[in-house]
């Protein structure tokens, strides 16, 4: 079955360090992966995306994510946390062009100062 | 004036009442969806439509509806509300032919008492 993991329920980091947000997939054939980012009480706002080609994809706020297809990985990473990094971030994977977004648990990041 | 709107923003209601969720966007996207949220689930797809003549179910349509009144206007209907669909429900749009990105809207919040 086609699915999207993501193992961490919460991360916690402190300011200035850096932080990655684990995603993992089950896929047969090429996926999409995508991150989203969810501020308190708002919609997801979509962050990076891999298609094809480079494996790391750079987004918004300084959020970059690498993919890795022999371990089906696809984690979330910024060199230097910010507070207002503080949010909740969801990995979803589609697998064709056009097919359905499929969503992760998602995970709750806490940057302390 | 955001891309994605929706109505109501939080609704509290009984059991068994008749609920509708209004969602409209000026993005002009042809297609649309409604998602589910819940703590430590994700999100869920409810219902998705790719033009005005198309709707298909997603993974959790049991017990819910939608009608796409036009490109812009996509509603989903809870015909008889019971507490366990008591959740933060989300429209998106999508361009597929450009990037596959989703636009959310900021969500609507249903209580079912």
């Known amino acids: 079955a086609q699915s999207v993991a993501q193992p961490e329920d919460q991360v916690n980091v402190a300011e200035g360090n850096p932080l990655t947000v684990k995603c993992t997939y089950s896929?047969?054939?090429?996926?999409?992966l995508f991150w989203y980012v969810q501020y308190p009480n708002r919609g997801l706002q979509f962050l990076l995306k891999?298609?094809?080609?480079?494996?790391l994809v750079k987004g918004s706020y300084g959020f970059e994510a690498e993919f890795n297809k022999s371990q089906t990985s696809f984690h979330l990473k910024k060199p230097s946390a910010l507070v207002s990094d503080s949010a909740l971030y969801f990995c979803?994977?589609?697998?064709?062009?056009?097919?359905?977004?499929?969503f992760g648990q998602g995970t709750e990041l806490s940057v302390k100062p | 004036d955001a891309d994605v709107t929706q109505t109501p923003r939080n609704r509290i209601t009984k059991t068994g009442k008749r609920i509708m969720l209004e969602c409209s966007q000026t993005?002009?996207?042809?297609?649309m969806y409604w998602y589910r949220q819940d703590p430590g689930l994700g999100l869920r797809l409810i219902y998705y439509s790719f033009d005005v003549k198309d709707i298909n179910k997603g993974e959790i349509s049991d017990g819910y509806s939608v009608s796409r009144q036009a490109q812009a206007k996509f509603s989903l209907s809870l015909e008889s509300a019971i507490p366990n669909q008591t959740a933060l429900y989300f429209c998106?749009?999508?361009?597929?032919?450009?990037?596959?990105?989703?636009?959310f809207g900021e969500g609507s919040r249903l209580t079912v008492l």
């Open positions: 896929v047969s054939g090429n996926p999409y």
């Open positions: 891999y298609i094809t080609g480079d494996n």
């Open positions: 998106a749009t999508s361009d597929e032919d450009r990037t596959g990105e989703l636009f």
């Open positions: 979803a994977v589609r697998f064709n062009q056009g097919g359905k977004l499929i």
């Open positions: 993005k002009g996207h042809d297609r």
